[in-house]
């Protein structure tokens, strides 16, 4: 079954805006990163993380983040990914 109209031109915008703030944060750091290194970045940074949600429209963090996931789908099998969340993991489980 085809997408409506509508439900193309919004996908279409949504991925113009993903691209268009990945190339955002490869410019501000003058760094060609990949995606698992600008999920990392959000990730780490607040300031960054409320630029994407805000730069791409979205309404609430996890709903920025799914977004990043269904775009990358490998993303969880990323060593730094799952290195960062291990630690934080460990951090937030000694408090």
């Known amino acids: 079954m085809q997408?409506?109209?509508?439900?193309?031109?919004?996908?279409?915008?949504?991925?113009s805006l993903f691209i268009s703030f990945c190339t955002l944060v490869c410019i501000l750091y003058n760094k060609k990163l990949n995606l698992a290194n600008i999920f990392l970045l959000l990730l780490k940074e607040k300031r960054v993380k409320?630029?994407?949600?805000?730069?791409?429209?979205?309404d609430s963090d996890f709903e920025g983040m799914k977004y990043f996931l269904d775009y990358d789908g490998?993303?969880?099998?990323?060593?730094?990914?799952?290195?960062?969340?291990?630690?934080?993991?460990?951090?937030?489980?000694?408090r």
């Open 50 to 58: 409320n630029l994407y949600n805000n730069m791409c429209e979205f």
């Open 74 to 94: 490998s993303l969880h099998k990323s060593k730094y990914i799952k290195k960062y969340l291990n630690a934080e993991n460990k951090i937030h489980s000694m």
């Open 3 to 15: 997408a409506s109209p509508n439900s193309r031109i919004c996908d279409r915008e949504s991925k």
